[in-house]
């Protein structure tokens, strides 16, 4: 059973219930299992008579939308590779993607145009040159055809790749790229089966409807739910990127009963205009994952909604599904990412990879079903992630207390080290968090002549909020020792975000670091 089997089993079991509804489209597009299931076969058609077979790379470069959808399944279907690029990257970024992995084609929303043009041109002469161009929207680019145009011409009988093996690779994901290009984790129609029975042992059930929020080219968006949802027959609805006041409206409209964000964004919902009359009594939970969740901002949720949060911790390489920490323990054990789910396994490590107990910080290290099978074409990242023993490196530092909970420290590479000691940012954060006019922060270690590192604190206010930097600095000084207190505060209007919603601090180290990169 692969990925590219989904829709055709679901359309078996339940062809007219709803599957998507794609509010990115005006009106909002809603189709059920059979109609997704035919989209996925035309389009799956469409790319076999180009010549795309199993393991091709076909890349997309669009908004959220259920082309992500029709693409991913149909790709599945042939064994081919979906390839989804991160639109916040630069085209030259993009292209050099493409050009690695020597893409058969590409097909780009109408906000792309442009870069997809400069892409084009970028590969014409070399040997990677696409094949096909297939645009969603708007006028497209010579030689491109419109995308519904090519459903249209294509048979819908069903497409299976007879010959895939549960090791093939469904997708290709890009992650990191803090130097150099993104790695493209290698994900396996193994992979996302064992996400999808991690993510539904603890969070989803029969008849729950999904709002998904997350770039549809990140785990976030394919795996956190999605792809689960489909199994069971369940609706997900999409929009084209996260908004803050028409997410709190569909939440309500739509009877919306599981939701997932990063923090940030639960941050942004609380500062739109409609979250004071925002019904969210129709939620089971909403999961929280991606970055550390602040607690004050659990509290409010609580007291002003009635939500109950739910932990979540995922990456590219292990699936979105690793660890859950359950609603009725959101407050007793606020801050935790909760107990590994059921089909990983983890361990805490020193730097000579030796296991360490309770409450002792170490690395995170994973075993078990779920794992990518490395990274494209970079054999030698794809050996120093991954030890003698077997076990995933996730650079992550945790610790767990004697209940077994998990407790996310910090990134290693996000940690630094002042005068001689190991300072945590995310301990900085959540002690600038209690501060009451502090919406956002991120905490980073920039070189020092005196200290080696230090921190600096960059935080955005509550709107109309009026707290200075000595101000901020004081409350630090009131509850952290010494070293942990960042050098300095800057206050921003806004910080930088990935496509994710996740804080950049490498672009804020590269912001406030002395010296000629500044
Ligand atoms: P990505 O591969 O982009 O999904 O990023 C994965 C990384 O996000 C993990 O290795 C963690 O550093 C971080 N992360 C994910 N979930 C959480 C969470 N609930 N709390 C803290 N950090 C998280």
Redesign the pocket.
């Known amino acids: 059973m692969h990925v590219g089997d989904y829709l055709g089993r679901r359309t078996l079991y339940t062809p007219d219930r709803l599957a998507i509804v794609d509010h990115g489209k005006t009106p909002a597009l809603r189709l059920t299992f059979r109609e997704l299931n035919d989209r996925a076969n035309r389009l799956a058609n469409w790319l076999r008579a180009e010549g795309v077979a199993r393991g091709d790379r076909v890349a997309i470069l669009a908004r959220d939308g259920v082309e992500h959808l029709i693409a991913f399944y149909a790709c599945g279907k042939l064994g081919a590779i979906h390839t989804p690029l991160n639109w916040r990257l630069h085209w030259r970024e993009n292209a050099a993607i493409l050009e690695h992995v020597s893409a058969r084609g590409l097909i780009f929303g109408d906000d792309y145009q442009a870069q997809a043009g400069e892409i084009v041109a970028a590969l014409r002469a070399g040997p990677a040159a696409l094949s096909f161009l297939l645009h969603l929207d708007g006028p497209g680019l010579p030689g491109s055809l419109w995308f519904d145009t090519a459903l249209a011409q294509a048979s819908d009988a069903p497409v299976t790749c007879e010959t895939l093996d549960l090791e093939d690779i469904a997708c290709l994901l890009f ?1 990191g790229g803090t130097t150099g290009l993104p790695k493209g984790a290698m994900i396996s129609h193994r992979q996302i089966n064992w996400n999808s029975l991690n993510t539904v042992i603890h969070d989803l059930t029969h008849g729950d409807v999904y709002l998904n929020v997350f770039p549809l080219f ?3 968006g394919l795996f956190t739910y999605l792809a689960t949802q489909v199994t069971f027959g369940n609706t997900t609805h999409l929009v084209r990127q996260f908004d803050a006041t028409q997410v709190l409206d569909l939440l309500e409209r739509e009877a919306i009963t599981v939701f997932a964000a990063v923090p940030t964004m639960y941050q942004m919902l609380t500062q739109a205009p409609n979250w004071e009359k925002a019904d969210l009594s129709r939620l089971r939970f909403c999961t ?6 602040p607690v004050p901002l659990i509290e409010r949720y609580v007291a002003e909604k009635g939500v109950k949060f739910k ?7 292990f699936g ?1 599904g690793l ?1 859950a920490l359950a609603p009725e323990d959101a407050v007793r054990k606020a801050g935790s ?1 909760g107990r590994p789910n059921f089909f990983v396994d983890v361990r805490v490590v020193d730097d000579l990879g030796e296991a360490l107990g309770p409450d002792q910080p170490g690395e995170l290290v994973l075993r078990g079903p779920s794992g990518c099978s490395g990274y494209y074409n970079d054999p030698e990242a794809s050996r120093a992630a991954i030890d003698a023993g077997g076990w995933f490196h ?3 530092i945790v610790r767990y207390d004697d209940e077994g909970y998990f407790f ?1 420290l910090d ?1 290693k590479k996000d940690m630094f080290i002042s005068g001689g000691e190991n300072v945590y940012p ?1 301990e900085i954060e959540a002690a600038l968090y209690r501060h009451p006019e502090v919406l956002q922060c991120a905490v980073v270690g920039v070189p020092d002549p005196q200290w080696g590192e230090v921190g600096v604190a960059a935080v955005v206010l509550r709107p109309g909020a009026q707290a200075s930097p000595d101000e901020l600095l004081a409350h630090l000084r009131g509850q952290l020792a010494r070293y942990k207190v960042p050098k300095r505060v800057e206050l921003l209007d806004a910080l930088p975000l990935s496509g ?1 919603g ?1 804080i950049l601090k490498r672009e804020l180290r590269r912001t406030y670091s002395p010296g000629p990169s500044r």
Not at 288 to 293: D, Y
């Open positions: 992650t990140h785990a976030g929280s994952g991606g970055a550390p969740l932990q979540g911790f995922g990456m590219t390489e979105p660890f990412i996730t650079g992550d996310v990134r995310a994710m996740k």
